[in-house]
C-alpha cells in the first residue's frame, strides 16, 4: 500500500495544495523528509506568488502532479542543518529559488549553471531522488540542499521573495548579454512582475532605459515610480518608426503571443533581443531584419546559484526590492484569480509565517 502525503517521510508539514486542475488551492497535511546531512530545514516566512504558479495548478503545461504544493519564491529562517552543512548554520535567513536538485555532474552543473542541467529538481511539480514529489513554499517548512540555497542579505527585506524568480530571471541576461554597461540605451517589453524588476536592475546598472508597452496607460508608472527614461507604445508605428536603430537591446518579458518585427527594428546593429516570457505558441521570426545588422535573438530562464546569490546581494547593496502586495495565506484563491487578471502591482507575496494557520 502506498504512503499517504501525510506518513510519507518523518517530519509532519502543513501548506495548501490544489488536489486538481481547477487549481484551487486547500489546506493540506503532508510530511517532510528528515534533514539529510547535506539539508537545511528552514522556516518559511515569505513566498511570492509566480505567473508559472497559475500554469502549473492548472495543468496548462501538461505536466502538473496532484496533490501540489506551489511556491518557487522562498525565504524564511534555518531551523536545522545536517552535520555536514558548511554554508548555513540555525537562524540564517535564507532563500530558495526554483532548483532543489541538478545532476551535479554535466557541463553545465560545473559552470554553475544548474539552472540549464537537463536533470534539474523543480522545487515544486518535481520528483525528488528519492521518487518523492517535491513541494514548494505555500507551507510552513521546507528541508532544502544546501547547494541550491542562498543567503538572504540582513538589509534586504524578506519580502523581496520573488527576487529568486522574477529578480534573476531578468539580472541574468542583462548580464550575461552585457547588457549592464553604463550609458546602454535597454529596452524592456511589458511592465509585469518581471518588467519592473528589469527596469529596476538597468537602472542600477546605470543604462538608460525604455518601457515598450502595448498600452499608454502604464507610461507615468513607468516613468514615474520605477525610473524608466522614456515609454514607447508597441501599437503607435510612429512612436515605434522613431525610435528605430535606437536600443542596445532588449529584455522581452511578455508571455502573450506578440509580434517580434517592430522590437527587432528597435535595435541598433549588434543589438539584442533576450525572450524571458514564455508564449506558449511560436513566435514568427523574421529573418531579414537580423541579417541587417547582425541582430541577435535569445533566450534566457532564471540562474544558477552562484549568480543567484550574487543578485540577491547587488539587490541589497542598491535597494532594489520588487514592489509587492503581501497577504495572508487564506487570500491565496482570491490573489491567484486577480494575477489571472494581471490586478497587481506587481507581484503578490504569502505572509506565510505569520498567516498560515494549522486550524
Known amino acids: 500500500m502506498a504512503k499517504s502525503y501525510e506518513n510519507e517521510h518523518p517530519v509532519k508539514a502543513f501548506g495548501w495544495a490544489a488536489r486538481d486542475t481547477s487549481g484551487v488551492l486547500s489546506p493540506f497535511n503532508f510530511s517532510r523528509r528528515a534533514t539529510g546531512e547535506k539539508d537545511v530545514q528552514f522556516k518559511v516566512m515569505y513566498c511570492g506568488i509566480c505567473h508559472s504558479d497559475l500554469h502549473q495548478l492548472k495543468n496548462e503545461w501538461s505536466n502538473s502532479i496532484y496533490p501540489m504544493v506551489p511556491g518557487h519564491e522562498v525565504v524564511g529562517v534555518v531551523t536545522e542543518v545536517g552535520n555536514k552543512v558548511e554554508k548555513f548554520k540555525v537562524g540564517d535567513k535564507v532563500g530558495v529559488g526554483c532548483l532543489v536538485g541538478s545532476c551535479r555532474k554535466c557541463e553545465n552543473c560545473d559552470n554553475n549553471l544548474e539552472n540549464y542541467c537537463p536533470n534539474q529538481i523543480m522545487t515544486y511539480n518535481g ?68 518588467g519592473h524588476m528589469a527596469v529596476k536592475f538597468a537602472k542600477a546598472f546605470g543604462t538608460k532605459v525604455t518601457v515598450i508597452s502595448t498600452s499608454s496607460s502604464k507610461k507615468q508608472e513607468a516613468i514615474e515610480r520605477l525610473g524608466a527614461d522614456s515609454f514607447l507604445v508597441s501599437r503607435d ?123
Open 127 to 194: 520528483i525528488y531522488t528519492d521518487g518523492t514529489t517535491t513541494h514548494g513554499g505555500y507551507s510552513d517548512i521546507m528541508v532544502t540542499d544546501e547547494h541550491y540555497m542562498v543567503h538572504w542579505p540582513e538589509n534586504l527585506p524578506m519580502e523581496a521573495a520573488p527576487l529568486l524568480c522574477a529578480g534573476i530571471t531578468t539580472y541574468s541576461p542583462l548580464k550575461y548579454f552585457g547588457l549592464d554597461k553604463p550609458g546602454m540605451h535597454i529596452g524592456v517589453v511589458g511592465l509585469g512582475g518581471l
Open 237 to 359: 508605428p510612429d512612436q515605434m518608426q522613431a525610435a528605430a536603430g535606437s536600443l542596445d537591446g532588449i529584455i522581452d518579458t511578455v508571455s502573450a503571443i506578440h509580434p517580434l518585427l517592430p522590437l527587432i527594428n528597435l535595435l541598433k546593429t549588434h543589438g539584442k533581443l533576450v525572450m524571458v516570457g514564455a508564449p506558449e505558441k511560436p513566435l514568427e521570426l523574421p529573418v531579414f531584419p537580423l541579417l541587417l545588422g547582425r541582430k541577435l535573438v535569445a533566450g534566457s530562464a532564471i540562474g544558477g546559484i552562484k549568480e543567484t546569490q550574487e543578485m540577491v546581494e547587488f539587490a541589497a547593496k542598491h535597494n532594489i526590492t520588487p514592489n509587492v502586495e503581501v497577504v495572508p495565506m487564506d487570500y491565496v484563491n482570491t490573489a491567484l484569480e486577480r494575477l489571472l487578471k494581471s490586478d497587481v502591482k506587481y507581484r503578490f507575496v504569502l505572509d506565510v509565517g505569520n498567516t498560515l494557520n494549522k486550524s
